[in-house]
């Protein structure tokens, strides 16, 4: 049985119960999105809009979803009151149009901090098994959102020591003193950090891409793919490309049970021939302290690739054609600058990783197939996008 607040009229009860059986989650926009009484907060009404055969992300017992939370979350996600300058927010360093990635070698923050790293896209995020290019432990958005919001090092929104100021904020705003009592109901100041958290959270799992020309060739469609693409594909299992970049999601970093396999130096950088990859950019060797862990990054999904340019985990790879002539090669050669080296023999590369000839056609193929990987409903998917427009 579903619980309204007490404040909800009669009427808006009503309302709000045929609006919900007409919209659900369905990707069909709101009529109204500032008209709250369409938002349930009840969580058994909450639906995943999934194709068959693909699982719900798992999400966690104390964040059950709800229309209403999620709601919550995508207007926290687009609102700038949740940065230092006010004039910052996720999604300026995951915009939608790019698959929830920012289009800049390196992110830049609310204070004009250069982050060390590139902007990792959003598409299915929900499946990752771990959050960020090298933070095994970080293994929920719950704890993940917390870093962006509150770390100072970088400082990206740079709300560290703001806490009460963004409760009072966003108490300001009457939409949201609704939309918290629908999403959780039953509190008595549901205006809080954590639900502010749980909410982006939930947002974010709803952040799916499953439209894409490979999701509906795998479904059945054989025409979905161009001959080109079809040919790619074979490549990209052929050339030793699957053996990371496995699964729904194209990495291994989504599939259970395979996390330990997950991250990868793939000699990008060999500084002076040591192996070294440049500061704050080592890898899972910052976690661990371990030197066989030099440069191992988290292998990314390649759903949307084609949008998350540029490439790596510092953005220092310019095109999917980069990209492929430096697997071709067997790493990536800096011949000059303070990080050259051979990247090739960086003795801490990954042994999945072979060079092999990448003649013109199969690069093209191998284009071809990296491009059916992108899914352009899920850039104008409007029930992802900014709500305060
Ligand atoms: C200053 C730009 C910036 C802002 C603002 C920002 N992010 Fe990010 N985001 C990044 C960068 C850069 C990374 C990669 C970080 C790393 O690996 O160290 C990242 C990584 C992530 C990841 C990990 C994805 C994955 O698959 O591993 C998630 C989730 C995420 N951000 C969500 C958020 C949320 C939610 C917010 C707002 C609360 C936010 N980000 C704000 C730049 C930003
Ligand atoms: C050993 C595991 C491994 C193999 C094999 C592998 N990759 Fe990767 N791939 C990674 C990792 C790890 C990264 C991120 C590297 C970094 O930034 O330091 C990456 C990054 C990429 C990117 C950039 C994505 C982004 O968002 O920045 C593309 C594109 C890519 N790989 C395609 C391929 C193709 C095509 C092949 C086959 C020729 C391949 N990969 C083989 C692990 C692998």
């Given at each position: 049985m579903i619980q309204w607040p007490r404040w909800i009229p009669v009427v808006a009860r009503l309302a709000s119960v045929f609006l919900l059986s007409a919209c659900g989650r369905d990707g069909a926009a709101p009529t109204d999105p500032d008209d709250v009484t369409q938002w349930s907060g009840d969580p058994a009404a909450f639906r995943w809009n999934l194709p068959a055969g693909v699982s719900a992300p798992v999400v966690p017992r104390d964040n059950p979803m709800s229309d209403a939370k999620v709601e919550l979350g995508r207007r926290l996600f687009y609102d700038t009151r949740l940065s230092v300058n006010g004039a910052f927010s996720c999604a300026s360093c995951h915009r939608q149009e790019f698959a929830f990635a920012d289009a800049k070698n390196l992110s830049?923050?609310?204070?004009?901090?250069?982050?060390?790293?590139?902007?990792?896209?959003?598409?299915?995020?929900?499946?990752?098994?771990?959050?960020?290019?090298?933070?095994?432990?970080?293994?929920?958005?719950?704890?993940?959102?917390?870093?962006?919001?509150?770390?100072?090092?970088?400082?990206?929104?740079g709300l560290k020591g703001r806490e009460s100021q963004v409760v009072s904020d966003l108490q300001g705003v009457a939409l949201y003193r609704q939309l918290f009592a629908v999403a959780y109901a039953g509190e008595s100041s549901p205006i809080r950090i954590e639900n502010v958290v749980r909410s982006?959270?939930?947002?974010?799992?709803?952040?799916?891409?499953?439209?894409?020309?490979?999701d509906r060739y795998r479904r059945g469609d054989a025409a979905a793919l161009s001959a080109a693409a079809v040919r790619g594909m074979a490549l990209f299992e052929s050339r030793g490309c699957t053996q990371c970049h496995a699964g729904a999601d194209f990495t291994l970093a989504t599939v259970p049970g395979r996390a330990a396999e997950a991250f990868a130096n793939t000699g990008l950088y060999n500084i002076g021939g040591t192996g070294t990859y440049p500061a704050r950019n080592r890898g899972l060797m910052e976690v661990t302290g371990s030197a066989m862990d030099m440069g191992r990054m988290k292998i990314p999904s390649l759903r949307n690739v084609a949008l998350t340019f540029p490439y790596g985990h510092d953005g220092s790879v310019g095109s999917l054609d980069a990209m492929l002539e430096n697997y071709a090669r067997g790493g990536r050669l800096m011949q000059t600058g303070p990080n050259a080296g051979d990247g090739r023999d960086n003795p801490y590369k990954d042994s999945r990783l072979r060079a092999f000839a990448l003649p013109p056609g199969d690069k093209a193929d191998l284009l071809a197939f990296l491009q059916a990987l992108t899914d352009s409903a899920f850039v104008t998917n409007t029930t992802l996008a900014n709500p305060w427009r």
């Open positions: 830049v923050g609310a204070t004009g901090e250069v982050h060390p790293r590139n902007s990792i896209g959003l598409s299915n995020a929900a499946y990752q098994l771990s959050f960020g290019w090298a933070a095994p432990s970080t293994n929920s958005f719950e704890l993940h959102a917390l870093i962006p919001m509150f770390g100072d090092a970088p400082i990206e929104m982006i959270a939930a947002f974010q799992r709803t952040i799916l891409s499953f439209n894409a020309p490979i």
